[in-house]
Protein backbone atom coordinates (compact mmCIF):
# COMPACT_ATOMS: atom_id res chain seq x y z
CA UNK A 1 0.00 0.00 0.00
CA UNK A 2 1.47 3.50 -1.21
CA UNK A 3 -0.24 6.60 0.08
CA UNK A 4 0.84 10.04 -1.37
CA UNK A 5 0.16 13.81 -0.24
CA UNK A 6 0.49 16.74 -2.82
CA UNK A 7 1.30 20.14 -1.53
CA UNK A 8 3.05 23.22 -3.19
CA UNK A 9 -0.20 24.12 -5.15
CA UNK A 10 -1.71 27.78 -5.11
CA UNK A 11 -2.28 30.84 -6.97
CA UNK A 12 0.24 32.38 -9.69
CA UNK A 13 0.99 34.78 -12.05
CA UNK A 14 1.34 33.84 -16.01
CA UNK A 15 5.31 33.72 -15.98
CA UNK A 16 5.41 32.35 -12.29
CA UNK A 17 6.61 29.28 -10.94
CA UNK A 18 5.59 27.01 -8.88
CA UNK A 19 6.39 23.39 -7.40
CA UNK A 20 4.98 20.73 -6.20
CA UNK A 21 5.84 18.16 -4.08
CA UNK A 22 4.81 14.27 -3.40
CA UNK A 23 5.17 13.22 -0.11
CA UNK A 24 5.04 9.15 -0.50
CA UNK A 25 4.49 6.94 2.74
CA UNK A 26 5.32 2.73 2.65
CA UNK A 27 8.24 0.76 2.08
CA UNK A 28 8.54 0.27 -1.55
CA UNK A 29 7.77 4.06 -2.40
CA UNK A 30 11.36 4.38 -3.85
CA UNK A 31 10.68 1.34 -6.20
CA UNK A 32 7.43 2.84 -7.83
CA UNK A 33 7.02 5.18 -11.03
CA UNK A 34 5.76 8.09 -9.64
CA UNK A 35 4.14 10.89 -11.86
CA UNK A 36 1.79 13.88 -12.50
CA UNK A 37 -1.69 14.21 -13.83
CA UNK A 38 -4.12 17.20 -14.03
CA UNK A 39 -7.36 17.87 -14.34
CA UNK A 40 -8.47 21.08 -15.82
CA UNK A 41 -12.30 22.43 -15.28
CA UNK A 42 -14.59 20.56 -17.95
CA UNK A 43 -11.77 18.36 -19.16
CA UNK A 44 -10.50 14.85 -18.58
CA UNK A 45 -7.56 14.12 -16.57
CA UNK A 46 -4.22 13.97 -18.55
CA UNK A 47 -0.76 13.00 -18.06
CA UNK A 48 2.12 15.52 -17.08
CA UNK A 49 4.97 14.04 -16.29
CA UNK A 50 6.66 10.20 -14.87
CA UNK A 51 10.01 10.01 -13.34
CA UNK A 52 11.12 6.31 -13.16
CA UNK A 53 12.75 5.25 -9.63
CA UNK A 54 16.33 5.84 -11.10
CA UNK A 55 15.79 9.29 -12.00
CA UNK A 56 16.74 8.18 -15.93
CA UNK A 57 13.67 8.19 -17.48
CA UNK A 58 11.38 11.28 -17.51
CA UNK A 59 8.63 11.43 -20.17
CA UNK A 60 6.92 14.79 -20.06
CA UNK A 61 3.37 15.91 -22.18
CA UNK A 62 4.28 17.98 -25.13
CA UNK A 63 2.25 20.26 -23.57
CA UNK A 64 4.85 21.68 -20.74
CA UNK A 65 7.91 20.01 -22.06
CA UNK A 66 10.88 22.70 -21.38
CA UNK A 67 8.70 24.38 -18.94
CA UNK A 68 8.04 21.46 -16.10
CA UNK A 69 10.75 19.16 -14.56
CA UNK A 70 10.04 16.27 -12.59
CA UNK A 71 13.23 15.03 -10.16
CA UNK A 72 12.76 12.84 -7.07
CA UNK A 73 14.37 12.57 -3.83
CA UNK A 74 14.13 8.47 -2.38
CA UNK A 75 15.91 9.42 0.74
CA UNK A 76 13.31 11.72 1.34
CA UNK A 77 10.22 9.65 -0.64
CA UNK A 78 9.26 12.91 -2.38
CA UNK A 79 8.65 13.54 -6.31
CA UNK A 80 8.93 17.01 -7.28
CA UNK A 81 7.40 18.71 -10.05
CA UNK A 82 8.97 22.24 -10.85
CA UNK A 83 6.55 24.69 -12.64
CA UNK A 84 8.02 27.48 -14.92
CA UNK A 85 6.70 29.86 -17.19
CA UNK A 86 3.21 28.90 -16.20
CA UNK A 87 0.13 29.99 -18.60
CA UNK A 88 -3.54 29.89 -17.51
CA UNK A 89 -3.55 26.62 -19.33
CA UNK A 90 -1.76 24.95 -16.68
CA UNK A 91 -4.95 25.64 -14.15
CA UNK A 92 -6.08 22.15 -13.06
CA UNK A 93 -6.24 20.05 -10.11
CA UNK A 94 -2.78 18.67 -10.21
CA UNK A 95 -2.48 14.89 -8.77
CA UNK A 96 -0.01 12.54 -8.13
CA UNK A 97 0.53 8.88 -9.06
CA UNK A 98 2.39 6.00 -8.42
CA UNK A 99 2.25 2.40 -10.16
CA UNK A 100 4.57 -0.13 -10.93
CA UNK A 101 5.50 1.34 -14.34
CA UNK A 102 4.64 4.13 -16.47
CA UNK A 103 2.05 1.36 -18.47
CA UNK A 104 0.49 0.94 -15.57
CA UNK A 105 0.02 3.91 -14.33
CA UNK A 106 -1.12 5.55 -17.70
CA UNK A 107 -3.79 2.99 -18.32
CA UNK A 108 -1.59 0.83 -21.02
CA UNK A 109 -1.08 -2.25 -18.77
CA UNK A 110 -3.17 -3.91 -15.66
CA UNK A 111 -1.95 -2.82 -12.82
CA UNK A 112 -2.70 -0.78 -9.57
CA UNK A 113 -2.14 2.96 -9.25
CA UNK A 114 -2.09 4.79 -6.24
CA UNK A 115 -3.57 8.20 -6.30
CA UNK A 116 -2.86 11.37 -3.93
CA UNK A 117 -5.75 13.85 -3.05
CA UNK A 118 -4.52 16.60 -5.55
CA UNK A 119 -3.70 20.58 -5.17
CA UNK A 120 -5.07 22.86 -6.50
CA UNK A 121 -2.94 25.50 -9.17
CA UNK A 122 -4.33 28.36 -10.30
CA UNK A 123 -2.71 30.47 -12.88
CA UNK A 124 -4.31 33.95 -13.71
CA UNK A 125 -3.67 36.45 -16.82
Known amino acids: QVQLVESGGGLVQAGGSLRLSCAGS????????VGWFRRAPGKEREFVAA????????PYADSVKGRFTISRDNAKNTVYLRMNSLKPEDTAVYYC??????????????????WGQGTQVTVSS
Open 97 to 114: AAAASEAVMRGWSQGTTY
Open 26 to 33: GRTFSSYV
Open 51 to 58: IAWSGANT
